[in-house]
């Protein structure tokens, strides 16, 4: 997704019970990497960074989870992380997918703002608490 675009996504509490449309958009005016979400509620998140748009989409991320809710992309999915390469190739908008006991290769790379079943969306903690596991599999 380039900057200075909109997409369609889901927004869920925790719960799974309460789904929104959100609209995310993205630019990056004068160096800053902006994630605006809006929801169909009229609630809106409204992020920026000088980094990338990676450091932005963790800062949506703590905004929302203090609401108990979760964005259903690719980025809050469980398995995923996001590497230094992967951040400068992307500009942020990249991420890993990883499998048990398979190191990460450039084939699961995926673009962090697609579209996520809900199943498979989690929290930040659940997301490390699996990666933590994932490479204590390599030991």
């Known amino acids: 997704m380039a900057p200075e675009q909109q997409r369609g996504l889901e927004v869920r509490d925790t719960a799974r019970v309460v789904v929104h449309r959100a ?3 993205l630019d ?7 994630i605006v979400i809006a929801l169909d509620d009229e609630r809106s ?34 398995g995923t992380f996001v590497s230094s ?3 400068q ?20 790379i995926v673009e962090s703002l697609a579209r996520a079943p809900a199943e498979m969306v989690s929290t930040r903690a659940d997301n490390e608490a699996f990666l933590h596991g994932w490479i204590a599999g390599f030991d």
């Not at 990056?28 to 902006?34: E, K, N, Q, S, W």
């Not at 960074?49 to 469980?78: P, Q």
């Not at 190739?89 to 699961?108: A, F, H, I, K, N």
């Open 23 to 25: 609209a995310v958009s």
């Open 28 to 34: 990056a005016p004068d160096g800053l990497h902006r």
């Open 45 to 78: 998140y409204e992020v920026a960074s000088d980094v990338d748009y990676e450091d932005a989409l963790d800062r949506v991320r703590t905004l929302l989870e203090a609401e108990s809710l979760l964005l259903l992309c690719n980025r809050f999915r469980i």
């Open 85 to 87: 390469m992967v951040r």
């Open 89 to 108: 190739m992307t500009d942020g908008l990249g991420c890993y997918l990883v499998e048990e006991r398979r190191p990460v290769s450039p084939d699961q």
